[in-house]
């Protein structure tokens, strides 16, 4: 899976997408991650990317061009990709507070459908419509929210994207068992030592998950998931 994220902060991303878990799928060639800075894609001499909107109003707006010459540009796919392997499509992802909420099946929709997925990180006020139109010219593209709130750019659900479909990719968290919603898992868990003392309280692992009773202890783990 390719991911080429379009944002003028490429460092900013790429801290989080060189660590831990997806770091790891970076380094053993599962996920390929690209970034276009839309900066790069101006035709102004100050290097602007934003402009007053029209019909006034606060802040900022991202200039089309720019974002779409970073997206065509992302889309030069080589013709073969990964040993050979041929790509299948590509999509485009827009972000927006009042779109469809992203979930675990649409990345698993990513990965069954798609071999590279464009982040569009929009900044200030937004990004200028006419930017997405062009785009439906080159590749589809999907709308997404990731959470409920209002985030100052589109980069911290990009990341959020890559982050739940890199880890539901074959071998990257080593095996399938290990995707929570893929099995009875709680949102409490327990390790060792058995029994912590804290202000000479004693905090005590719950007996049900000692007992070996691995049916016991599903419906233990069943009725912490639904609270």
């Known amino acids: 899976?390719?991911?080429?994220?379009?944002?003028?902060?490429?460092?900013?991303?790429?801290?989080?997408?060189?660590?831990?878990?997806?770091?790891?799928?970076?380094?053993?060639?599962?996920?390929?991650?690209?970034?276009?800075?839309?900066?790069?894609?101006?035709?102004?001499?100050?290097?602007?990317?934003?402009?007053r909107p029209y019909g006034g109003g606060p802040g900022m707006v991202m200039s089309a061009m720019p974002i779409a010459r970073a997206v065509q540009r992302a889309l030069r796919i080589p013709t073969s990709f990964r040993g050979g392997t041929k790509l299948k499509k590509s999509v485009i992802i827009w972000f927006s507070p009042s779109a469809k909420q992203f979930t675990n099946k649409d990345a698993d929709s990513l990965i069954k459908k798609y071999d590279q997925v464009v982040l569009v990180c929009g900044r200030y006020e937004g990004i200028d419509e006419r930017a997405r139109k062009i785009l439906k010219t080159l590749a589809p593209i999907k709308e997404f929210a990731v959470g409920q709130a209002v985030y100052t750019g589109g980069e911290v659900p990009a990341l959020a994207i890559v982050d739940a479909v890199t880890r539901r990719l074959p071998g990257v968290l080593g095996k399938d068992a290990s995707i929570e919603e893929r099995r009875i898992a709680s949102s409490a868990v327990y390790t060792r030592p058995e029994t912590i003392t804290y202000k000479k309280k004693n905090y005590k692992v719950p007996t049900v998950l000692r007992t070996g009773h691995h049916a016991k202890i599903d419906s233990w783990r069943q009725t912490k998931r639904t609270k």
């Open 1 to 51: 899976m390719k991911f080429n994220l379009i944002t003028l902060f490429p460092e900013a991303c790429d801290a989080y997408l060189s660590a831990s878990i997806v770091g790891r799928a970076r380094k053993e060639k599962k996920i390929f991650i690209q970034y276009q800075n839309p900066r790069n894609f101006v035709e102004n001499k100050w290097g602007k990317v934003d402009e």
